[in-house]
C-alpha cells in the first residue's frame, strides 16, 4: 500500500519530439521508393530501346591510288662470279684483298705446280717414245712392203709356193696395223700432253671481268680441291658493284600483279629515309624450291607449305657505291595505278551475305538446322564450315551514315593501296561511310543500326 510518503512512479514525458520523428522516417522511406520505382521505369525504357553502337566515320574522297606488293630481300649484284679452281693443290700467291678492284686478266691466284709439272713432262716424254716407236714401225712396214713386191713377182712366176705368199702378205698386214697403231698413240700421248699442259696452265687463275673482290675466303698455305666436272673449293668472288639488283621473294597471290618493268621503290635498311629507285627485271617462271631435297621431297614439302615464293629481280637505277651485297632491303612494287577514283579506308569495306548477315551468324544459322534435323555433332560441323566456305552469297558492302542510323550498301571494289581501296561503284564522293572499329563493321552493325560518333582522340586532347 502506496502511502503520501512513498516515491510516485515517473509520469511519460509529452512526444511531440518523437512523433515528428517518424514523420521524417516516414517521407524519407517514400522518397527512396519514388526514386527506385523511377530508376526501375528508366531501366524498363532503355530496355525497350536499341543502344546505339559507338562508330567513327569518314566520308568517301576522290583520289590516285597505287596498288602495291611489298616485298623483302637482299641486295646483290648483278653480276658475281665466283672464282673455283680446276685443279687441287695448295695456294702459294693471292696478289689481291677483299674490296680492291681488279681488271680484266689480272693475276688472282697461285696453285703450287711442281706436281702438274712433273707430269707434263712425264707426258712428254711418253709422246717421244711413242713417236720413235711410230719410226721403228714405219721402217718395218717399208721391209715388209718390200718383201711382199719380191713375193708377188715370184709368185707370178711361180718360183714360190702358197704358203710363202700368203706369209708375205700377212707380214705386211701386220706391219700396216703396228704401223696405224703408232701413229694413233702419238695422237693420244698427244692428248695427254696438251691436258697436262693445260691443268699446269690452270695453277695460275686470272680475272674474268673488270670489278671488285666483294669476297675472299682462302688464304695462302691452304689446299683447295678442283675438278672439271664440279665447282671445286670457292676461293674469292668478283663482282661489278656498279650494277646492283634486289632479290626479294614475291607470294603466289601476288605474283600476278607483278610485270617486268614496273617501278619500284626501294628502302634499304642501312641507309633510313633514303628511297632507291628501280623496276622488275626479271621474274622467275617456278616457285622457289627447297634445295638439296630430292623430287619426292620437294613435292611433300609444298604440299604441306602454306606460303608458296617466286625469286623476283629488281634492278637499282641509281649508282651508290656504298650498297653492299647481302644488305636487307625492302621493296614496294607499283603495279597498278587509277587516277581521280571514288576511294575509302580499306577497313571500312566488308562482307556480308544476302540479307546482309554475316558469314558467323549463316554459319550459326547452318549448324542449328544441322542439329535440329538430325543431331550428329559431325553433320553440325560440316554444315558450318560449308557455310563459311560459301563464298558465292558474299557480297563487298559499306555501312552509310544517315542521320542516327546506318545503311548497309553494297559496292563494287577495284585495287587497293596501304589505306584507301577503289569503289567502283555504290557510292559517290562526299558521302559519310562508317571507318571503325573494325569489331563494329565485321560483326555488330547491321542496316538501320543505331550508331553514335566516337570521338577522337585529337578532339579529346582539344
Known sequence: MRTEDSPRPPVPASTPAKAKSKKRLWLILGGVAVIALLAFAAAAKNRGQEKPIQVTTEKAVVKTITHVVTATGKVQPETEVKISPEVAGELIEIPVSEGQTVKKGDLLVRIKPDFYKAQLEQQEAALASARAASVLSQARLTKAEQDFRQANDLY????????????????????????????????????????????????????????????????????????????????????????????????????????????????????????????????????LSTGGQSAAAQIIASASDEVTNFLVKIRI????????????????????????????????????????????????????????????????????????????????????????????????TGIADNSHIEIKSGLKEGEEIVSGSYAAISRTLKDGSKVMIEKRKKEEAK
Open 156 to 287: 707370178q712366176k711361180q718360183l714360190i709356193s702358197d704358203a710363202e705368199f700368203i706369209a708375205a702378205q700377212t707380214n705386211l698386214n701386220v706391219a700396216k696395223a703396228d704401223y696405224d697403231s703408232s701413229l694413233a698413240q702419238i695422237r693420244r700421248t698427244e692428248g695427254s700432253v696438251d691436258q697436262s699442259r693445260d691443268q699446269l696452265d690452270k695453277t695460275t687463275i686470272y680475272s674474268p671481268m673488270d670489278g671488285t673482290i666483294s669476297s675472299l675466303t682462302s688464304e695462302v698455305g691452304e689446299r683447295v680441291v678442283g675438278t672439271n666436272q664440279f665447282a671445286g673449293t670457292e676461293i674469292m668472288r668478283i663482282a661489278n658493284l656498279d650494277a646492283m639488283e634486289v632479290r626479294v621473294r614475291v607470294n603466289e597471290n601476288d605474283i600476278v600483279n607483278v610485270k617486268v618493268g614496273d617501278r619500284t621503290v626501294v628502302s634499304v635498311d642501312a641507309f633510313p629515309g633514303r628511297k632507291f629507285e628501280g623496276a622488275v627485271a626479271e621474274i622467275s617462271s617456278s616457285a
Open 317 to 412: 637505277k641509281e649508282r651508290d657505291l656504298r650498297l653492299r651485297p647481302g644488305m636487307s632491303a625492302t621493296v614496294d612494287v607499283e603495279t597498278q595505278t587509277v587516277e581521280n577514283v571514288i576511294a575509302v579506308p580499306i577497313q571500312s569495306v566488308t562482307v556480308r551475305a544476302a540479307g546482309g548477315k554475316t558469314t558467323e551468324e549463316i554459319a550459326a544459322a547452318a549448324a542449328k538446322e544441322a542439329k535440329e534435323r538430325s543431331g550428329n555433332d559431325l553433320d553440325v560441323a560440316s554444315e558450318r564450315d560449308e557455310a563459311r566456305r560459301n563464298r558465292e552469297k558474299l557480297q563487298r558492302v559499306v555501312f552509310v551514315k544517315d542521320g542516327d542510323k546506318v545503311v548497309l550498301r553494297q559496292v563494287e
